[in-house]
């Protein structure tokens, strides 16, 4: 069994940054795609960047142009490094490997 474990989260002021990590217990990004999702209360989950085994990356428009996905399959980790943070970010992100195994969870909170 495939477990991730995320790290990084925290409260941050808006405009400023924070790198999520997600670190897996075996070698699963480099088999299969990895993502990022988050959720707000209230509101469904949804996907805010992935990345193929191949590199490429895909966004949520709401975050492209501040949020970077990238991998390190040597560290079986996946990061998701996030500047200019909007109070709308604020949410529980989650990652996942191929969407069949997912992280616990990290909270970003940003302030106004």
């Known amino acids: 069994q495939v477990q991730l474990v995320e790290s990084g989260g925290g409260l941050v002021q808006a405009g400023g940054s924070l790198r999520l990590s997600c670190a897996a217990s075996g070698n699963i990004f480099s088999v299969t795609a990895a993502a990022w999702y988050r959720q707000a209360p209230g509101k469904q989950r949804e996907l805010v960047a992935d990345?193929?085994?191949?590199?490429?990356?895909n966004y949520v428009d709401s975050v492209k142009g501040r949020f970077t996905i990238s991998r390190d399959n040597a560290k079986n980790t996946v990061y998701l490094q996030m500047n200019s943070l909007k109070p709308e970010d604020t949410a529980v992100y989650y990652c996942t490997a191929g969407r069949m195994f997912w992280g616990q969870g990290t909270q970003v909170t940003v302030s106004s």
């Open positions: 990345i193929t085994r191949r590199g490429s990356t």
